[in-house]
């Protein structure tokens, strides 16, 4: 590879945005310096942060536990019921506009309640996790699977394959690009869950922080959780793309 | 036409009435529970005492809503034109893209009620607080689909439209922009819901007003009935602003 | 009177020539689509018989109902009137699944499988262990010029070599009839040439009944024993032409005049077909 493209691809890639911003960001504080309630300085976000760590990796821990376990629940409970409702018009019909409901309830108001069914404790963070995350991946799971090409179906149906064939051979994989989607969705939704249920709770985790630097008004910390939570958010998602390059790995037709 | 007309309306009572039943096995289900297993009201209240604390308070409670969707729609409207604007400019202007893309992913990847504090700190407890939270989420959710849709185009009727000196700017308002509606109206409906959501949540670390403010209050007292009524109220609005935007996607996009 | 040999000879001893065994008879076939009154006749009154080991080619207009006739031979439709024969039984409707191995028009090769593995989804439905469906496969590929290919992804391989994937896969499965419903209609000229002797090659040494649609008449002769004409909708079978040239088919055989006489009287009733279908489209338009 020559020098000069390997220039181009660092000048390219995201990472190099990121860096480009960061910099801009600490010189832009340096030489404008505001108010550091409105606009601290990056460094000084790095110093709260490190002076507070253990706290922090536990809080961060925590919420990802959280999130991984609300989004697992949530995953399979819409899978399944995407696949329910794929084969069974019926039960489309009548429980998913019920699904469609239930996410225009805010489920912060829940949160007390939230609690006083669960109790303080893991599970009542990961249903509200759960309660995100199921309604996007039952979405595209029913949408990849009701878009399974029909002339496939024939084909296989000219074989003599049964219904089940069918869906493990055929509607499974030609479902997994837009299922990929729903998780995609439903894993920013699961820690949005995490954090707010946390809320409701005297427990461990990032949520419990921001409320903290909230009424401490320590403007500071409220940056090093914001900046904790985006790294969380894209460690998540990095995650699911490495899975999602491994399950859907293929070109499919335009 | 007119064939057609009572076929459709046909199907849809007969979509309705299962939704009709299970609605019902549902409230059934809620009151039947309550009877059977004699759950106190603070955990599970009656169905007929929400209704009517709802009634007795509707006064103070669609003032609520008032304010909620005042900066619900706010939120939805500027964010939704800021995120289109942007991604036409992605499109237009490659270098755009490449730089802004990645930190707004980074910036998305922290969930937006993490910002609502800053937000608070930035604007005050006022609407604007609120109406920023709602264009930040909205907004990505646009610009992602947006973007999406308007490169999605496809590669030989660009070149097609080069071909008749089309400048950059009149393939995207001809060809671009067309073949991007079904993505952009997706996102429009997510965002519907999300809106109200937002506002709810960023009323509910700090307001003057609002739903999201009735419900912090009502937990504070521990008024939960309250809670459950205001909840119902946001519950409602948000289907009705749902159904209108179903009903418009259908009129606008009618060549789908 | 001077009798010959023959003349002498008891009729019992001389054993009759064996009729082939018919593989397929369609008995008085139909197919309508849609309510009265705007129901449109896709099929008519078909009449057919194939004999085992044939290859029978199927010509007409475009919107002739030779695809529906073919989904209806597939099992993947019920004929509205009429028997279904296979091997001489009478098959009920949705009987036929699974006894027929059927090419559709379109290659459907499923992305996320390898060509290997895109070969053998037939027998994997059929129930055969996939390590013993894999090792028969294999064995094919170089038969279908495939060879190397095991491993490769359709988005990898051209248009010819995505068909012969699919005719891969319809030879896999082992099944005495073979539907084939254009099989070589998108690929480019000199590439069809090629697939039809290669094709023609196969069907020698495979030795399955094959039913071939087609529009294209030189191809209908080259490959077939008999080539049946189709109406115009509602479609019902014109004619039926024996194919006399010799086996196997050189492809210098298309400009031979037997060829070329063959193919004279079958333009003179595509042509016939074809005005007729123009009408019906101007008429609906």
New interface residues.
Partial sequence: MSKASLTTRVLRSSAFALLLVALAWELAVIAFAPSPRYLPALSAIGRDAWSVWPQLLACFNRTLLETVLGFALGAAFGCACGTVFTYSRWMERSVFPLFVVSQTVPIVAFGALIVIWFGNSLLAKVMTAFFLTFFPVTVNTLRGLKSCDPQRIALMRSFGASGLVMFVKLAVPSALPQIMVGLRLGIGLSLIGSIVGEWFGETVGLGVMLMEAMNGDLVVRLWVVMVACGVMGMLLYGGLSLIERRLVWWRSEA | MVAKRSLMQSLSKS?AV??V???LV?LALWEGAIALFDIPP??LPRLGSIVHHAASNFGKLSGALCATLLEAVGGYVLGSVLGLLLAVAMVLVKPIE??????A???????????A??FL??FGLGPASKIGLITLAVGFTMLVNALHGLKQADESAVNLMRSFGASRLGIVWRLRLPGAMPAMVTALRISV?RS??VA??GE??GAYGGL?RV?YES?QQID?LS?WS??LF??VA??VA?GLLVWIDQKLVWWR | MKLSPLEVMPAAAVAPVEAPATMLELVNVWKRFGEAPAQTVAVSNVNLRIAKGEFVTLVGPSGCGKSTLFNMIAGLLPPDDGALLLRGTSQRDGQMLGQVSFMPQRDLLFPWRTVLDNAILALEVEGVPRKVARERAALMLPEFGLKGFADHYPHQLSGGMRQRVALMRTFLFERDLLLLDEPFGALDALTRTRMQHWLLDIWARHWRTVLFITHDIDEAIVLGDRVLVMTARPGTIKSETVVDLPRPRDPSIVTSPEFMSLKRRLLDEIEEESRKTFAQEEAAS
């Fill in positions: 979509r299962p939704v039943i299970s609605v549902l603070f955990v490449r730089i802004v893309l990645p930190v992913v980074a910036v998305n990847s922290v969930p937006t009620v993490a910002y504090p800053i700190i930035w819901p109200m959501i709810i949540v509910m670390l999201g419900i937990t939960l809670v205001a909840v946001a519950s948000s289907m749902y």
